[in-house]
């Protein structure tokens, strides 16, 4: 294997999501591994700045009376139903971003409608709704983690 080879090989792995590549032939041997840190960092970084919205969505839901930021929100909640997410990932509002949103406040949605996409390892799930009626309020800004079971919109049937 020559020098020119083996560049490209380190260029196809860069761009790749292949972590990590070995090649023997003969008396050869390579090994080409690419850097981790710079995917901690991506993922460390945006659930710090999630834990206070988390938080607040979740007080929010849980105990009406006592709401900081959310005042307006409490005394609707009894009517309203909270789409939740099934998995933790990163919630997306749109299949792209030069995409519309899939649903906005003011739409009406009904059962099967996909309001939101959710990546999780590297796999992108699209979130159907469970229920019928107009969104209200989205919870999560785009782009931001989520963790299983928190708070997206809240629907009134």
Partial sequence: MDFKQIQELIKMI?????????????????????KDNEVQQIVTVPAMQAVQPVAVAQQA???P???NTPAAAPPVN?????????????????????????VNVGDEVVTGKVVCIIEAMKLFNEIESEVSGKIVKVLVDDASPVEYDQ???????
């Fill in 78 to 102: 009894s009517n309203l139903i909270t789409i939740k997410s099934p998995m933790i990932g990163t919630f997306y509002r749109s299949a792209g971003p030069d995409k519309a949103a899939f």
């Fill in 151 to 157: 708070p997206l919109f809240l629907v009134e049937p």
């Fill in 61 to 63: 839901v849980a105990a």
């Fill in 14 to 34: 860069n761009k790749s999501n292949i972590s990590e590549l070995s090649i023997e032939q003969d008396q050869f041997k390579i090994t080409i591994k690419q």
């Fill in 65 to 67: 009376p006592a709401g």
